[in-house]
């Protein structure tokens, strides 16, 4: 038998969106599909690339296998809520002063990953860094530049909420 519909809340970039689905409907597909949100990207389907990562309550999680009924009620941040085009998060900034991007499919789960990890140890040596990024993988050969980003971020004097970089 397949599950009912049901609607939940989210709480996505600090605003509440209404979404009706299945329960075990995957995170992501409500974030890019009803909330039109790009940043967080369908990689493997699988939770192993980190292509679709996003922060819920300040943790780095895989969207794409993280069902929609255990987001409700949490805060979950992407890629948009970070920052702006014109005042990007200082990790974004320094992935673009890294240019740490290539194709940029990877780069969601780069960044987001990095900022949940420097907001729980500020000043990682690069080994630390290389550790925490192991499981997002990128295609293109960009991880001498991803970790350059994160180690640069580091040591403007990272802040969990971004203020003073």
Not at 87 to 111: E, K
Request: glycine share 10%; with cysteine; proline share 7%.
């Amino acid at each position: 038998m397949r599950p009912v519909a049901r609607a939940f809340t989210l709480t996505v970039n600090g605003a509440e969106h209404r979404v009706e689905g299945e329960p075990d409907t995957p995170l992501l597909f409500f974030l890019r599909n009803d909330l039109a949100l790009n940043g967080p990207k369908f990689g493997c389907g699988l939770g192993e690339c980190g292509a679709c990562t996003v922060l819920l309550d300040g943790v780095a999680a895989r969207s794409c296998v993280y069902p929609v009924r255990l987001a409700a009620g949490r805060a979950i941040v992407t890629l948009e809520g970070l920052g702006t085009p014109e005042a990007p998060h200082p990790i974004q900034q320094a992935f673009i002063d890294a240019q740490a991007a290539q194709c940029g499919y990877c780069i969601n789960g780069m960044v987001m990953t990095a900022k949940a990890f420097l907001d729980v140890k500020p000043a990682p040596s690069e080994t630390e860094v290389r550790e925490a990024l192991r499981y997002n993988l990128c295609r293109c050969g960009t991880h001498v530049e991803i970790v350059r980003a994160v180690m640069r971020a580091a040591e403007r004097g990272w802040r969990p909420d971004g203020a003073g970089q």
